[in-house]
T-cell receptor
Framework: GAGVSQTPSNKVTEKGKYVELRCDPI?????LYWYRQSLGQGPEFLIY????????DSGLPNDRFFAVRPEGSVSTLKIQRTERGDSAVYLC???????????FGPGTRLLVL | AQSVTQLGSHVSVSEGALVLLRCNYS??????LFWYVQYPNQGLQLLLK??????LVKGINGFEAEFKKSETSFHLTKPSAHMSDAAEYFC???????????FGSGTRLSIRP
């Protein structure tokens, strides 16, 4: 079956702009996660959804970052007033339920100029 | 708090040689441990996971890892390297009731012909 998909695969924006990154989880997966991977580093947790609600958003770096999952399937990560330091690969993962194996998408590579 | 340390950011071995990628963890509760592989421009793929059952865990592509509580280690091995094993490998930790995974900084594996 289809895996986790993320769009766009690449996004170039200018400092100060707003961006949205989309994640389509595996069908039927109730849990969805966002991670950020900076160059040369491992992924860092941002936020976890169980269904429509954010169950853990402790990894969001500041209030410029926000994520939604209004229907319990597709999720959008939103970044306001982007900064050059936001440049990274943003990874989405989903799992059948919490504490189950997480399956990762290919990521969105964000470059803020 | 939980963390993982991967010893060696880059490991190079000859084709057919033993692969050994080192990972040490820190956890105040019984850990769940993972190894993920990331091929260029692809998402993270789960190689294997330890969730408190057998201490020797076998994964895909001929990889295995052994959980050693006394050494707080979870090293990844493969008896004979193939060119197709060249990739970035990440060790990661979580625990039974957690949602987020804590990743190490990764080890890039190169295979010499």
């Amino acid at each position: 079956g289809a895996g986790v998909s993320q769009t766009p695969s690449n996004k170039v924006t200018e400092k100060g702009k707003y961006v949205e990154l989309r994640c389509d989880p595996i069908s039927g997966h109730t849990a969805l996660y966002w991670y950020r991977q900076s160059l040369g580093q491992g992924p860092e947790f941002l936020i976890y959804f169980q269904g429509t609600g954010a169950a853990d958003d402790s990894g969001l770096p500041n209030d410029r970052f926000f994520a939604v999952r209004p229907e319990g399937s597709v999720s959008t990560l939103k970044i306001q007033r982007t900064e050059r330091g936001d440049s990274a690969v943003y990874l989405c993962a989903s799992s059948l339920a919490a504490q189950e194996t997480q399956y990762f998408g290919p990521g969105t590579r964000l470059l803020v100029l | 708090a939980q963390s993982v340390t991967q010893l060696g950011s880059h490991v190079s071995v000859s084709e057919g040689a033993l692969v050994l990628l080192r990972c040490n963890y820190s956890s105040s509760v019984p850990p769940y441990l993972f190894w993920y592989v990331q091929y260029p421009n692809q998402g993270l793929q789960l190689l294997l996971k330890y969730t408190s059952a057998a201490t020797l865990v076998k994964g895909i592509n001929g990889f295995e890892a052994e959980f050693k509580k006394s050494e707080t280690s979870f090293h990844l091995t493969k008896p004979s390297a193939h060119m197709s094993d060249a990739a970035e490998y990440f060790c990661a930790v979580t625990y039974w009731s957690a949602s987020k995974i804590i990743f190490g900084s990764g080890t890039r594996l190169s295979i010499r012909p």
